[in-house]
């Protein structure tokens, strides 16, 4: 009798456990909790999941039989794997299945590794006026002439003493109310939600009540713990979406909850579960808090330690597909046209609705959406930078996985999102990956000898100033790789239409002698933990050509329909942006022409904009009037779009950047 | 080595599993979930647990050792256990605790058995307005032009036709929100809480809306569903309060919770299951419903089934102690001065908080508690009489096992609780039981010659008209016990003190030769299921003439805070109400005099109330006004209470029931 599951193990990590034969490896790993690379969500088209199917003897357990028990070798696997991998016992992690006992190793390339996210938030000048507030009463003690319940006991002192009337209670605190009024001795520290609900009542002074905005991208995740009595950023917490291990993009997640029954609720359930163990960091650390002595009077330091309890409040703003994937939302018509949402408006939700481990009568602020896949972030962005009250027309780029943009002013504002698609994330490019410790992040290249100098995310020194042993890079990150795409343009390595130039005198070009594509060495095998070059292939430049294409030609579209031919400002926004070299994204044309002093990063700027909606509850109607008042352009539907899409395609686009690459663009490029 | 738990077997149910050593065998009887009697809380003063340790062999047990196995005999078990029944094995549930392995004979009169609950519900005219309105709306389709979405368009349908506005949607419902618009091709019903918040959509026409009306009370639980639409109450399912296996009354089930720091978690989710099952219960049935045809045509009858997520509304009433327990607010401040609950006002709960498995958006309306142990059934039950209303003065008297009563008219209204004590229900009574099968309900007595005849719940004939062995009786049940007492009364065998007289001429007259306690056999023990004679004894009379005097001198107590020396009508209301002879409680002064004509019982009006708190949204305003209207009065604080008590312990109350007694009560007990 042959037993109906298959114990596999996992190495390095050595994750082990019994799994229902025939499903796929990359399967395997997810329920054993191993986390394998596949960004194309399953679909054989990336070849990132490549594994090796190992021999072994672990406890009992005995593993010789190795191809018998993956499943015989599919057609397709030979474009990912070569016949010295083959014959190494190398398949593809999302083709190869488990017909029996399996010892895998997972290369590093193919381990889904922590991201560096780098989030910081910026100083804001923010009004601080909380959705929930805090208020310290003194309430009479109940007797034969006064016997009122303790609730009506309470809504009396905070009617007498503050003017707040018709309150309701959430019953977690109606449970702890009489209590908490006898362990205070009848004082007590309420905290009320929008002068509405009694969210929590702490005997005493009580210990402060903290808020986390979180903003949720479609790869990675940041949450601001805040005071929400000071305002003041306690701490600045991030990790992967849990969800990157069902699809690198929006399309892909929203590909797995077609295709899986329960996908939807998988994707929700990784995701708060990820958010909770974010918060469980947060209440492990301690944190030092300034509390200012008097009005004048000097500042003291207090270490406090937050407890769950104290959470009393969440923003989240995410692109209309993490909202809906969040909220268990079909997100299927996002897609689609007329690509409506299931809902526009802003939601209260109770924590414990959502799973999310803080006091359970808090509410979560979701931020409302504006069309397509244009959500809660990009309410955020407006939130942040305020288009919306200003004269001058901004252009506001948020470079994430998913590319959202905003043009205009007090008078119009304009929102669309282009499929920059994930190759600015690492994806789809041949040595990508996302920018986490290896990765590439910085590249510059010498005109004249072509010799590369580059950094990597981890290690300090740039490697002409390090052993190249040391450098150990595994990969190009999307900062990287539009520096490279910059730097070889510059360095008139690849022309204007995006191909290598004929004359190639570096021993770092090369064509592949079976495939017949051009590449240029960026780092050397020697400089590598994975005992190759890494290269840009010409295909990698094609991607990120259509990737900056498809955001010059949106910036383009909108800009036509507001009736503008020049903006006064370009913000880039997203972890992203804050990374790249915007002179350099000028450079291949990423976006119009603007004079380069009015081209800024402004970092997480949806981030931002949660942590406002956090800490003022007027901007929270705000976000409303702005999701309502924002008018969705679909470019992929606009007149001339695949037309300007193509011509979109060369660099760099003179036309408009040309005035500002003196100095940047040696002469004998432009003059080519 | 001695494993750390035991198995253990009860018979005749056949349940069995491994329990930790050193609990009792009552806790190992919970466990297992095997109902053994303990209505005292395992305070070892009610004796109605004895069980009896059997030896036997089950599969690969043998069971032989006994004693050793239950530990040691103690002090106090003799109190209930003879010594002949102790040879047999007998011990005290609460008492014996498991040392190993045992096999355990539960009794029938130990046995929980199923309560028969009979509370219809009244014919009530009742204006339908339920906090739950469906709307029948037609969405455009959405498009390019219009692509607004699909949360918004329906509140833009509903806003168009019905004139609703600024409505919120629950989360579970926005979530398959785009699956039923598409389902219905934009056509669906909606469901609309008070207004405010969409809480059921359905394509099409949908399928209706029920709603429950539930009564909690001590001991019984009864549930209405009724037809939101057409206010008709389609079943009437009932059960235990399965919180009675902690102990009979509220004080009881308090120590409990005070005794165990999970208690009021287990006894609020042991009550909450048992609504899920009665829940269950009417799911699974097939109900036939009247539906009109067209304004004058004849009713069709439709057959149905209810789904849960079409039970979208429940109103919720219960003492004061109930309340705080299912809601698992702390409930011991309400029997200590100044006897204050956590809450007075109702409350709007979500399903979903409390894991009632109905439609998870629906609200649960919690009646108000007005104060001490009266709480929303009182409401509900003022709700139904309306004495403020009125100008007539009623006096209310709601029997259950906790008493509670209401007195005044439209100027002023009072309530007070009266602490009947478990006798009314069968508990501290020597025969005594539940009003279940088996149970003594009515008896009556020949004045001359002293034979009794007897009625049996579950039996038909009366003794008189039947065998002897097939009355197959088991105890008393608060209604028999009533009458028995009253028909010793008015036969002469007790004394207005209430001691039996010392003319005694029937055989049924005895005293027991040890304990000296005088008694009189109501069943021979040819007549029972339990093989010996079934005697009121006359500590039973005793503890009846201290729930009497206890109701009554509550009653006077109030009227005389009310001023006033008469009442213009008396209601009894409750279960035990529906079953009690007026006419004989009157006799043995129960209540102040009062023309008998206008002394009727009410039934479950609690119930009643509650079922108009459901159909009918202002009468949920009524109710809070009603709670905050009504004046509590704390009888055992009030200047001689203790003194009016003693008083009113003799029987009958001649200077109240003297006039109306004509033709009940023998000459020659009158002329005494």
Redesign the interface.
């Known amino acids: 009798m042959k037993s109906k599951t298959a114990m596999v193990i996992f190495q390095p990590s050595g994750r082990r456990g019994r799994v229902p034969l025939g499903i796929s490896i990359v399967e395997a790993s997810r329920r054993l909790g191993v986390d394998i690379e596949a960004p194309c969500g399953e679909k054989q088209v990336c070849g990132k999941c490549k594994i090796r199917i190992e021999q072994g003897s672990f406890q009992k357990l005995n593993i010789e039989s190795t191809y018998s028990h993956a499943g015989p070798w599919q057609s397709g696997e030979e474009k990912y794997i070569s016949p010295e991998e083959k014959e190494k016992g190398y398949r593809m992690g999302c083709v190869a299945t488990v017909e029996g006992d399996l010892l895998i190793f997972v290369p590093e390339a193919a381990r889904a590794g922590k991201q560096v996210v780098s989030k910081a938030p910026r100083p804001l000048d923010i009004t601080i006026n909380p959705a929930v507030k805090q208020y310290a009463v003194e309430l009479v003690p ?3 002439e ?8 309470l809504c009396a002192a905070l009617e007498k003493q503050y003017g707040l009337k018709s309150l309701r ?1 959430d ?1 977690s605190v ?2 702890t ?3 908490t009024l006898h362990t205070g001795e009848w004082k007590v520290t309420v905290m009320v939600w929008m002068d509405q609900e009694i969210v929590h009542v702490q005997p005493g002074p009580g210990s402060g009540m903290f808020g986390l905005a979180i903003d949720i991208g479609t790869t990675t995740v940041a949450a601001y713990l805040c005071d929400l009595i000071s305002g003041q950023v306690v701490d600045t917490l991030s990790m992967m979406n849990p969800q990157v291990k069902y699809g690198e993009d929006v399309v892909s997640r929203i590909s797995f909850h077609m295709e899986n029954p329960d996908g939807l609720k998988r994707m929700s359930t990784d995701l708060v579960d990820g958010l909770n163990s974010l918060i469980d960091q947060a209440l492990s650390r301690e944190y030092t808090l300034s509390t200012p002595n008097g009005i004048d009077g000097p500042q003291t330091d207090q270490v406090i330690r937050i407890q769950a309890e104290d959470i009393l409040d969440v923003s989240i703003a995410g692109n209309t597909a993490m909202h809906h994937i969040l ?4 997100p ?2 996002l897609g689609v ?9 802003s ?1 209260d ?1 109770k924590a ?2 959502l799973g999310l481990k803080i006091n359970p009568a808090a509410h979560i602020f979701v931020l409302p ?1 504006e ?1 397509g896949f244009v959500g809660g972030d990009n309410v955020g962005v407006i939130l942040a930078e305020e288009p919306h009250h200003q004269d001058q027309i901004q252009l506001i780029i948020d470079i994430g996985t998913n590319g959202e943009l905003v043009v205009g002013n007090k008078d119009r504002l304009i929102c669309s999102s282009c499929a920059t698609g994930p190759a600015l994330e690492g994806a789809q490019i041949e040595f990508g990956m996302r920018a986490a410790p290896g990765a590439i992040e910085r590249v510059t290249i010498d005109p004249e000898t072509h010799e590369v100098d580059f950094k990597v995310i981890g290690k300090d020194p740039w490697r002409s100033y390090a052993n190249p042993e040391d450098m150990k890079t595994k990969g190009i990150c999307g900062s990287g790789i539009l520096d490279a795409m910059a730097q070889l343009f510059l360095a008139g390595i690849i022309d204007k239409s995006g191909a290598f130039s004929k004359h190639q005198f570096s021993n770092r070009f090369g064509i592949h002698p079976e495939t017949d594509i051009k590449f240029f060495v960026l780092a050397w095998a020697k400089e590598t933990s994975i005992e190759k070059d890494i290269v840009i292939t010409q295909q990698d430049v094609r991607q990120i050509q259509l990737a900056k294409a498809s955001i010059y030609t949106g910036c383009k579209l909108m800009m036509r329909k507001l009736g503008v031919d020049r903006v006064d400002s370009v913000k880039v926004a997203g972890a992203f942006g804050s990374h790249v070299d915007c002179k350099l994204a000028l450079v291949i044309g990423m976006f119009p022409d603007c004079a380069i002093d009015n081209i800024v990063s402004v970092g997480n700027a949806a981030g931002d904009g949660c942590r406002i909606a956090l800490l003022n509850r007027d901007k929270r109607v705000e976000a409303d009037w702005i999701a309502n008042n924002v008018q ?1 352009m ?1 470019l992929t ?1 606009e007149e001339n779009f695949q037309w300007q899409l193509m011509e979109a395609i060369h660099l760099p686009h003179m036309t408009d950047a040309f005035d500002h690459l003196a100095g940047v663009v040696p002469e004998h490029i432009l003059n080519k």
């Open positions: 109940p007797s034969l006064d016997p009122a319940g303790d609730f009506e006991r209670i019953l109606l449970r109310l009489h209590d909220l268990q939302l079909n299927e018509p046209i007329p690509f409506t949402p299931s809902v526009h408006h939601l939700i414990h609705e959406n069309a969705y679909e539907l």
